[in-house]
């Protein structure tokens, strides 16, 4: 198992692709702290689903937008599974528009999940993590941090700065032995993404455009996506740092 003995937040995990993390996590050793801040029920399936293969789970009701939040997330992870070895920032929302169609709240509460919150969580665990010797975090970011489509102001920003806060990241905190690496997923069929198709207005013909963004004519399954997060979070990936993994399906080839 790769995550043997590894404690593991996973920010996000009440459906999509932080599920997928978090369930294959488990399978893979590790214990982990299942997190959200709106859909408890999504987060206590994904707990039931990860005992019910006889792995280690808890949730905590949280918003990675709020430092006190973050600070009780990682203490539950500390006093449950006695340390944290591992932060998966997945949390994320989109909100669509442009700087026109954007309300300034809109634009903050974008910024203070998709990037605040990471920001956040972070803070709160690398001192953990650097008490268990150090260990990985993942950020997970997108290719629109560096492809930009219509009508996503806030969201390409916000996934943009993720990338450079990793990079920050991986540099000041190498010497606890804490490794920080962007995930940039292409398009996966998870709750998001089906909001995102449904606003769109024509629910058929972005979900081709989507589909045809990869070379392979599909989108990506959560799985797929958790592999990749799997690689970063473990010891196989112990000299990489600073990097950005994409996911995509080749969303930038052709
Ligand atoms: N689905 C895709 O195609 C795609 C592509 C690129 C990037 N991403 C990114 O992947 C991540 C997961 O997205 P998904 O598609 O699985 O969407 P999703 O809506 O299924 O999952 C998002 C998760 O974040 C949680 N969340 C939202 N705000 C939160 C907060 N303040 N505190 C804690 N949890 C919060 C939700 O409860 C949910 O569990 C996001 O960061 C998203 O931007 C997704």
């Known amino acids: 198992m790769r995550l043997q003995g590894k404690v593991a937040i996973v920010t996000g995990s009440s459906s999509g692709l932080g599920r997928a993390i978090a369930i294959l996590f488990a ?26 293969d006889g792995g280690k789970a808890i949730f905590v009701h949280a918003s990675v937008a709020k430092p006190a939040d973050c600070e009780r997330m990682v203490k ?49 665990a690398i001192p953990e993590i650097k008490k268990a010797g150090g260990g990985s975090i993942v950020n997970v970011s997108s290719v629109l ?19 450079h806060l990793s990079k920050s990241m991986a540099l000041d905190y190498a010497k606890y032995n804490i490794r920080t690496n962007a995930l940039c997923p292409g398009a996966f069929h998870t709750p998001l993404l089906e909001q995102s198709m449904i606003d769109s207005g024509d629910y058929e013909a972005t979900k081709k455009v989507l589909t045809n963004k990869s070379v392979f004519g599909r989108m990506g399954r959560p799985e797929e996506l958790a592999y990749a997060a799997l690689f970063l979070a473990s010891d196989e990936s112990s000299f990489v740092t600073g990097s950005v993994l994409q996911c995509d399906g080749g969303w930038f080839l052709g």
């Not at 590790?30 to 019910?52: D, F, L, Q, W, Y």
């Not at 920032?89 to 509460?109: C, F, H, K, T």
């Not at 941090?145 to 990338?163: L, N, T």
């Open 76 to 124: 539950a992870a500390v006093d449950t599974f006695g340390k944290l070895d591992i932060l998966v920032n997945n949390a994320g929302l989109e909100i669509r528009g442009g700087v026109m169609a954007l309300s300034e709240e809109q634009w903050d509460e974008m910024m203070s999940v998709d990037l605040k919150g990471i920001f956040c969580a972070s803070k709160a």
């Open 145 to 163: 941090a560096f492809d930009a489509i219509p009508e996503r102001a806030a969201y390409c920003a916000a996934k943009a700065g993720a990338i």
């Open 27 to 52: 399978k893979e050793g590790a214990s982990v702290v299942v997190n959200a801040n709106k859909n408890v029920k999504g987060g206590e399936e994904t707990v039931a689903m990860i005992k019910k």
